[in-house]
């Protein structure tokens, strides 16, 4: 895709970490900003991220921004920015290879969803995702949900933080990494190895399957270790997202192990 970004590929976001997150986002474009003058009053420092997007703050009731926002009793804190999809730095759809020049000879992580298609979800993922330093979170470009203003509203703002790339293929994406010094980790409830029992590879990808049917037949085969979350007889799977942050945490424990042990 090209510099060309039309009318329909922005959208309204709105509540203030989500937004103050974009407007932080070199690669994020903002097309308006609308505020309430009790939010401008609390928040001043707004006023300057927006002229540094080439925009000015709209002053409007509260009403207004609930009007465009639409979404029932979402609390809008005052504040809706429009803005456009994200790009990659030249104008471009983020790919995978920036990502992997980005991060050579260092440690590493991504996470790879195989058709989580849940919007709160994947939303939920990105957040952690953000805060255990994943490098990116790569989807499918089918089988996965577009990147929206609900996605980014459960996510916090994450979404600005963490690269989501989409990708045509996830085995090639797989391998791809593998070539890179990448392992391939797919968290699996038949998985033959416990979280616990497994050491992280400085550059690590984790794959996470969907809600119902977990990892397909051939993102499972192009893993090299399946692991497994121990868990209570009383129920057999987590949810997705609950399963991201439980291996998240574990291999941001790992990788920061000796700064956590001075």
């Known amino acids: 895709m090209g510099r060309t970004r039309n009318h329909e590929e922005c959208m309204w976001i709105c509540g203030r970490h989500v937004c103050i997150s974009a ?3 070199p690669n994020r474009v903002c097309r308006e900003l609308l505020v309430t003058g009790e939010f401008l009053k609390k928040h ?3 006023a300057r991220m927006a002229q540094n997007k080439g ?15 639409g979404h029932g009793r979402t609390v809008h804190q005052g504040i809706a920015l429009r803005v456009g999809k994200l790009f990659g730095r030249d104008g471009d759809k983020l790919r995978v290879e920036d990502i992997v020049s980005g991060s050579a000879f260092t440690a590493s992580t991504v996470v790879l969803l195989d058709q989580v298609t849940d919007i709160n979800n994947v939303g939920a993922i990105v957040r952690s995702a953000a805060c ?8 499918p470009e089918h089988h996965s949900p577009s990147e929206n203003c609900i996605i980014t509203r459960v996510s916090s703002g994450a979404a600005d933080l963490v690269p989501v790339v989409r990708v045509g293929n996830l085995v090639k ?7 890179n010094g990448y392992w391939c980790y797919g968290m699996d409830v038949d998985g033959d190895k416990a979280l616990h029992e497994i050491s992280f590879c400085e550059r690590r990808a984790i794959i996470l399957g969907s809600e119902g049917k977990g990892i397909r037949r051939l993102t499972r085969e192009h893993c090299d270790h399946l692991v497994k979350i121990p868990m209570s007889a009383r129920i057999n ?9 439980i291996v998240l945490y574990s291999s941001y424990l790992q ?4 700064v956590h042990d001075q």
Not at 55 to 69: C, D, L, M, S, T
Not at 237 to 245: D, E, F, I, K, R
Not at 255 to 258: E, I, K, V
Request: hydrophobic content about 45%; aromatic content about 6%; cysteine-free.
């Open 23 to 25: 407007l932080q986002n």
């Open 44 to 46: 001043p420092e707004v």
């Open 55 to 69: 925009i000015r703050p709209r002053r409007v009731a509260a009403e207004e921004i609930g009007k465009i926002w």
């Open 132 to 139: 255990f330093d994943v490098d990116a979170v790569i989807l």
């Open 173 to 179: 994406t797989m391998e791809y990494l593998k070539q």
């Open 237 to 245: 799977s987590l949810n997705v997202s609950n399963a991201a942050a």
């Open 255 to 258: 990788l920061h192990r000796s």
